[in-house]
């Protein structure tokens, strides 16, 4: 789960970090109001989007007056921001957040995130701040470190050291470092994150270490424990067929290509996507309907997959295990009474209950075509809306 910037630096300042006083708003005159109490020169105007790259789309803005901040805020609020995160429809503008100009002195960029592959916690950094990090690794990969770290109560003196040592930083400036990177790991591993990034990260003409920007990812299969975290979650920046997906617990995540996948299983289903692009073609989604799903959840997937005007063809793979073959077809029989298919439907059933569910889909009066295993059900579908 994302959060806003405003959001992110707030619970970064919880735990210790230094931030820029702020403040956000819905509408123009609540910020303007807001705005009147900060301290400050300048104004700092920033959109309030789910995505990367805002500066270069507009939505950062630097302002000498509370009458030049009026003008900016009521131009950029409900503008749609297009940046190379949020793809070619862009992002609707909703909120708005003011914050104290900084005197910036230094740029770094400074991340933490969940190795996987090493089951570690790895801190990115490079004194190439206010960059995007990929460019940086393409051109200038010696101007990245990665530092994985051990998981613990606490992060070490030496990890920390190793972390901030690419800053190139005098002795003061370095022991806030230190104490930044402390923090960040506590409210990492305290909230189940699965990533914060701060970029830039500045040194001040006044030698302090501020975080000038923040964002964070929340690891959402713990958000149960988290019930503070979940109330910051805004609906407006998220895919409506996501937020529909996870009212009924299904792995769904669209994406743009044609034909439709319902699998059960991670693995199956990332299996699925990779060889619908062996035949050719693009994935609409990934969806996983889980090992052990009802057949309502399963009509519930079918609805979600074809409210996507993009999908053409549907592919649906089961392997049975907990799940059963046959609850799965009487839930797309389900579903296919309370909405016209008209797009082709592949079906391949194989384990639990399979000649059961074979002969409901057979007897239902559907338009769909069998296959008997995965490369035959994806050569099919290919054919089929060819």
């Known amino acids: 789960m994302n959060i806003h910037e405003h959001q992110a630096k707030q619970i970064l300042k919880k735990y210790g970090a230094v931030v820029p006083e702020g403040v956000f708003a819905l509408n123009v005159g609540e910020l303007i109001q807001k705005a009147k109490a900060l301290k400050t020169e300048k104004y700092v ?10 500066g270069k789309a507009g939505g950062v803005k630097i302002l000498n007056s509370i009458e030049e901040l009026t003008v900016a805020a009521k131009e950029l609020l409900g503008k749609t921001l297009v940046t190379h995160q949020t793809g070619p429809d862009g992002r609707e503008v909703k909120r708005l957040y003011v914050e104290e100009s900084s005197n ?19 801190f990115i950094s490079s004194d190439q701040g206010g960059m995007d990090i990929e460019e940086v690794a393409s051109s200038s990969p010696e101007k990245i470190i990665t530092t994985k770290v051990d998981m613990s109560d606490e992060i ?3 990890d920390c050291e190793k972390i901030i040592n690419i800053f190139n930083l005098n002795e003061d400036a370095k022991k806030q470092a230190i104490t930044l990177i402390k923090s960040i790991y506590k409210m990492f591993v305290n909230t189940d994150a699965n990533m ?8 001040t003409k006044e030698e302090k270490i501020v975080c000038l920007d923040a964002k964070v990812n929340f690891d959402s299969n713990a958000l149960f424990r988290h019930p503070e975290i979940v109330e910051l979650r805004d609906l407006n920046e998220e895919d409506p067929t ?13 994406l743009d290509g044609s034909i ?8 199956l289903a990332m299996a699925t996507m990779d060889i619908i692009k062996l035949y050719g073609k693009e994935p609409a989604n990934f969806l996983d309907v ?9 009509s519930a997937a079918l609805k979600i997959i074809l409210s996507d005007k993009n999908v053409k063809g549907i592919l649906i793979n089961i392997f049975g295990g907990i799940m059963r073959c046959d609850v799965l077809a009487q839930g797309v029989v389900d579903a296919a009474k309370e909405i016209n298919i008209s797009v082709p439907l592949v079906v ?16 239902s009066g559907l338009k769909l075509i069998s296959a008997e295993n995965l490369d035959d059900a994806a050569k099919k579908i290919v054919e089929a809306i060819n």
């Open 156 to 158: 070490s003196e030496s």
């Open 242 to 254: 996501e937020i529909e997906a996870s009212k009924h617990d299904l792995a769904y995540i669209k």
């Open 196 to 203: 914060v990034e701060v970029n830039p990260l500045i040194l």
């Open 45 to 54: 105007l920033k959109a309030q989007i789910h995505a990367g790259g805002r």
């Open 260 to 267: 439709g996948c319902m699998v059960n299983g991670a693995g």
């Open 290 to 298: 889980g090992g052990g799903a009802s057949k309502e959840k399963v």
């Open 104 to 122: 910036i002195d230094k740029e770094f960029y400074l991340s933490c995130l969940v190795d996987r592959a090493s089951s570690k916690i790895a």
């Open 348 to 363: 391949r059933l194989a384990g639990t209950n399979f000649k059961e569910g074979k002969e409901i889909l057979d007897n």
